[in-house]
């Protein structure tokens, strides 16, 4: 029987160690917990394992342990990210079921979020990370179009000035078009507006994708955000988005399986179409949804510890 060297014995042992009880995460219970806040666009999660269950000691355990975290992560993070809603007939686990979007591609983003070090509980007997995710990257992987489509212009136009962002303000229960009932407006990566005649005012292929540069399609505001004492009524940051002379529109109805898309009276959608300026307001993307603040996700001082 051939003698074994011991390097090469050392380079087999080596090569057992992703079986040792701290590397694989199979048996280990994991508590995780996860949110959306629409107005930042990021998805916020955390997850803690206890760390006796997994083999580990401290003080030598801890690499091992954050290890264990970072293996496991896009696994857990992939129900969460499943559940986000695309648009108002689709979420992204319905377009992974489809084929349009692959595990690997998902994975890869749950890798790229932001992650805070991993820290110990006070008794130290387990280990949380926290972890951040952007939306605009998951909403990258499905603008695919090079050039902006262009609405349909009116047969008639009707006189109208230039704004420099348009307002929906949609934060009420609202009839739910072609259904019995109402519903608050719920956000997604792509909402589309209609007009009450049913006529398709926005979505995501009117937008430019270089001026876009993979920015969610509308901006989410609670109504708060809007009634400010400003001259805009806006606060800063949504200021600075949609300028000094905002439209504002009142939603008339919701549409959809999910209901993301608000539906705008005629005459609303007749004074966006209506001027090359409000049409190039459309194409940038210069469009707030003003929805429920319960829609929207967590305050923010609920994610502060993320950061």
Known sequence: MPRISPIALALFL?????????????????????????RSGELFAQTSFNLAQAGLRLP??????EDVLQRAWPRLS????????????????????????SLRD???????????????????TSMTGRYTVSLEELGGLLVRHRRAAEPDRPLIPVPAADYTGIIIIADRELPVRGRHGT??????????????????????????????????????????SVLRPTPSGLEGELAAFAGPRPLRIFAREAFGIYPTDPVIDRSDALRILSS????????????????????????????????
Request: net charge negative; charged share 20%.
């Open 78 to 101: 992939r129900p969460y990210l499943f559940s986000i809603r695309v648009d108002s007939e689709f979420t992204v686990g319905d377009l992974v079921e489809r084929g349009e979007i």
């Open 14 to 38: 080596a090569a057992l160690l992703p079986l040792s009880p701290w590397a694989s995460e199979s048996h280990v219970h994991f508590d995780v917990s996860a949110s959306v806040d629409w």
């Open 106 to 124: 998902i994975d890869s983003i749950s890798r790229n979020a932001r992650m805070t070090p991993p820290s110990l509980s006070p008794d130290m």
């Open 183 to 224: 519903a608050l407006i719920q956000p997604g990566l792509f909402p589309r507006i209609w007009d009450t005649q049913m006529n398709l005012i926005f979505e995501r292929n009117m937008t430019d994708p270089l001026v876009l540069n993979g920015a969610l399609i509308v901006r989410y505001a609670a109504p708060e």
């Open 276 to 307: 090359d300026n409000n049409r190039r307001l459309l194409r940038e993307g210069r469009v707030v949804l003003v929805l429920d603040a319960g829609q929207l996700g967590l305050p923010p001082a609920a994610h502060e510890h993320f950061r």
């Open 60 to 65: 030598s355990g801890r690499l091992m342990g």
